[in-house]
């Protein structure tokens, strides 16, 4: 292990919380399905001696508090992925802003943890995101990825690649936010991670980071507890949502975390800057 950083974020959320399973003309009958995915990735993060940011939804924590309390107790830090894992763009402001108010009430009552960060779902970035943030008391967002434009999904707005001011992304920004964007393949431009790592494999992930590190910036990656665990049929589901996902998924993450890195949580990146390194300010090196 060098003293490279990265972050491996969780998106702390069920199989029938994504928009995909929401969309579906079928359903299953089974609940929970992804707290087991929480469960190995919190014996992951741990036996990798690893820390994380858990962008919990915070459902979850009404519903299944003690999983919730044990990935805080472990030491990872809580941020809000929203209460209910809408998207935040179909929601009317007052809406919007129960959303993020109401999780970052919820997550700090069930851990005693203090709820810094934000992620909003699928990335969907709502009118005055950062100003709805800093007013609810958030200190950081990571809603932002600098990929291209991919139809149907998301990309081609921003060109940030390191954590930011949030002014950079809306000039009407607070000063008080931050932004820590995630990570994109350089020059490829697509994530290195959610869908992108079970397309590519984790060969094309820990290339990004370490082409990521050379510049002195921390890789920001994130997961789903639901992509760790066999997934239940369920019609009108695209195919690429179950492609890779259980034992396939477990083995990727298990790879990443044995990779050079030293893997940090969200926050400290924001709190230390991109350094790239916990030690050292730049790493030096090139293509």
């Known amino acids: 292990m060098t003293d490279h950083r990265a972050v491996l974020s ?81 929601l009317d402001p007052a809406t919007q802003r129960e959303e993020i108010e109401r999780s970052r009430a919820v997550l700090a009552e069930t851990t005693g943890a203090k709820v810094r960060g934000f992620r909003a779902p699928a990335f969907d970035l709502a009118e005055n995101h950062f100003q709805v943030l800093a007013t609810a008391g958030y200190t950081y967002d990571s809603s932002v990825v600098s990929s291209r434009a991919i139809p149907g999904w998301y990309g081609g707005e921003y060109d940030v690649h390191r954590p930011t001011p949030a002014a950079e992304i809306d000039t009407d920004a607070p000063g008080s936010i931050r932004e820590l964007p995630v990570s994109v393949m350089p020059r490829l431009r697509l994530p290195l991670t959610g869908t992108w790592l079970r397309f590519f494999g984790p060969r094309y992930t820990i290339l990004g980071m370490r082409w990521l590190a050379r510049r002195g910036i921390t890789p920001v990656l994130y997961v789903h507890p639901w992509e760790c665990v066999d997934l239940p049929d369920v019609e009108g589901v695209p195919s690429r949502v179950y492609y890779h996902t259980g034992a396939w998924m477990r083995r990727a993450i298990e790879r990443i975390l044995s990779s050079e890195f030293t893997f940090v949580s969200a926050g400290e990146v924001v709190a230390g800057g991109d350094s790239g390194s916990p030690e050292t300010g730049t790493i030096d090196g090139g293509d």
């Not at 399973?21 to 995915?37: F, H, I, K, P």
């Open 10 to 90: 969780i998106d702390v959320e069920l199989f029938d919380q994504t928009p995909a399973y929401r969309n579906a003309s079928g359903s299953t009958g089974e609940s929970g399905v992804g707290l087991d995915g929480l469960s190995f990735l919190r014996d992951a993060l741990a036996e990798h001696d690893a820390r994380s940011t858990g962008f919990v939804v915070a459902e979850l924590a009404e519903t299944y508090p003690d999983a919730i309390q044990a990935f805080a107790d472990d030491g990872h830090e809580i941020g809000s992925h929203t209460h209910s894992h809408r998207l935040l763009s179909d």
